[in-house]
């Protein structure tokens, strides 16, 4: 399977830690997202990288959050002094132009 | 924020039976994409359709897009238990690429 991973699938921390996931996309495709998904909900939007550069950051990205995709390749997602609301699904996704290719995601739990 | 709403938010059918879902959305689009979720884990990419299409196939997925309406259907035709899941549609903007989600359907199959 050639697809998008995430590492780690799941993430258990105290309130306060700070936490780090990582996403390989598709070897090909330039274009990266990183979405967050809670309980019965959608995914939502945080940011978006295409090639090395972020293009686009959400509101809802406050400043404990920050994205890297050094090399254009795989990227990293940062949040640091965790809090119980970033408990949530959050997924990566990777495209070549139009059609975007999830993860299986890194379910992160803050205890 | 969610873009739109699927319709309705949990669907229970027979195996063999068709199963429709629909999606409204609200603002003006470029594609918009079908995803399927199971529990807990990723997306899987379904089909796209463009803004400018009005039906696509896909085995035994049939999509429609009524953009007069902001409206998209999913028809799931001789359903199989492994049909059961989340489905979410996505859309996205001309000049902005990241997808914004409605809120899901839950598919239940029943053998």
């Known amino acids: 399977d050639t697809g998008v991973s995430q590492d780690p699938r799941h993430k258990i921390t105290k309130r306060g830690q700070n936490v780090t996931f990582r996403c390989d996309p598709i070897?090909?495709?330039?274009?990266l997202y990183w979405y967050r998904q809670t309980l019965g909900q959608g995914p939502e939007f945080l940011t978006y990288?295409?090639?090395?550069?972020?293009?686009?950051k959400s509101r809802l990205l406050s400043d404990r959050f920050s994205a890297e995709r050094p090399k254009g390749s795989f990227s990293t997602l940062e949040i640091q002094r965790t809090e119980q609301g970033d408990s949530a699904m959050y997924l990566c996704?990777?495209?070549?132009?139009?059609?975007?290719?999830f993860g299986p995601g890194t379910r992160l739990t803050v205890l | 924020s969610q873009q739109g709403e699927e319709d309705p938010q949990a669907l229970s059918i027979q195996e063999g039976e068709n199963a429709t879902m629909n999606c409204s959305y609200k603002?003006?689009?470029?594609?918009l994409q079908w995803y399927r979720q199971n529990s807990g884990r990723g997306l899987v990419h379904l089909i796209l359709?463009?803004?400018?299409?009005r039906e696509k196939h896909s085995g035994r997925l049939r999509v429609t897009l009524d953009t007069s309406k902001k409206s998209s259907s999913l028809l799931i035709t001789a359903s199989r238990a492994a049909d059961t899941a989340s489905y979410f549609c996505?859309?996205?903007?001309?000049?902005?690429?990241?997808?914004?989600f409605g809120t899901g359907t839950r598919l239940t199959i029943i053998p």
């Open positions: 070897s090909e495709h330039n274009r």
């Open positions: 996505a859309t996205d903007q001309f000049g902005n690429e990241k997808l914004t």
């Open positions: 990288f295409q090639n090395e550069a972020q293009l686009e």
């Open positions: 603002t003006s689009i470029n594609n």
């Open positions: 359709i463009r803004s400018n299409e």
């Open positions: 996704a990777s495209s070549p132009v139009d059609t975007q290719y």
